[in-house]
């Protein structure tokens, strides 16, 4: 009985065999499917923190920009008020003592010359006493003239543009309209100068801001593959479970025959000796 139990099946060893060969290969697969699935998990990590360093550095080269543009924008400021005072300075070049109509002139002149001499009419109303009726009725109607002009004029024109001049004293206001243009040429060019200053600090952060960007677009192409390196060697794994599940089916198979002969044969050999 010992002797035939022990007697060699060349069969079921074969599936034996096979089993143990398949259940071998499918813990080496478990390892493989670990490791692919750890790495993913690093490249993770290491991908998120690169990509957090990304939005911080992004955030930081935003907010840089932003103040530089604050200060382009001062910048054209004082280019717009010396571009102005320029333009008066030319009028003020070219206008003679004769007669000139206002459409030859800027609008920016108009203003300042109506606006100058609106101050002389109000001055002269305050301080004058020797004015008749007569002429004091025709300055206000003047005065009443000229700021309806001057509200007519003033949409058109932006405050900082305004500067005003004496028509009393065009020398002097050349002089100081000079002065004045040359301080607004200095600013803008102050400005314009820490303007590029900034440009050149926040340079540098644009390479690397594309590095981290390379960076994380990389790790996370890491992390894509070593998820799908997982999932097909999760796949072997399912597909090679089926086949060990079957020899695992079919060995038993080949035991349960074997025990059913054994009680056979017993039974068979008690009912001979009985």
Request: proline share 1%; glycine share 2%; with cysteine.
């Amino acid at each position: 009985m010992a002797r035939e139990d022990e007697e060699a099946d060349p069969e079921q060893d074969g599936v034996r065999e096979l089993l143990q060969a398949m259940e071998a290969k499918m813990r080496k697969l478990s390892d493989q499917r670990r490791t692919h699935n750890e790495s993913a998990r690093t490249n993770a990590d290491k991908r998120d923190a690169v990509q957090k360093q990304y939005g911080s550095l992004r955030d930081e080269i935003k907010e840089i920009l932003e103040s530089q543009k604050e200060v382009r924008v001062k910048a054209k400021i004082h280019q717009a008020r010396r571009d102005a005072i320029q333009e008066q300075l030319r009028n003020l070049f070219s206008r003679s003592k004769s007669t000139k109509s206002n459409r030859d002139k800027s609008v920016i002149l108009q203003l300042s010359e109506k606006s100058s001499e609106v101050e002389q009419i109000e001055f002269r109303l305050e301080r004058d006493g020797t004015l008749k009726l007569d002429a004091e009725n025709r300055l206000h109607k003047k005065l009443k003239s000229l700021k309806n002009e001057i509200k007519e004029l003033e949409p058109q024109v932006q405050t900082e543009m305004r500067i005003k001049i004496d028509i009393n004293d065009l020398e002097g206001s050349i002089e100081q309209l000079k002065a004045e243009a040359d301080e607004e040429h200095k600013q803008m060019v102050a400005f314009n100068k820490e303007a590029d200053k900034i440009w050149e600090e926040v340079k540098p952060k644009f390479d690397e801001r594309d590095f981290l960007k390379s960076e994380g677009d990389r790790l996370h192409d890491s992390f894509v593959k070593c998820r799908k390196d997982a999932d097909a060697v999760h796949q072997k794994i399912d597909d090679l479970m089926t086949q060990v599940t079957t020899a695992r089916k079919e060995l038993q198979g080949f035991k349960d025959e074997r025990a059913s002969w054994i009680t056979l044969h017993n039974k068979s050999i008690d009912e001979s000796t009985s």
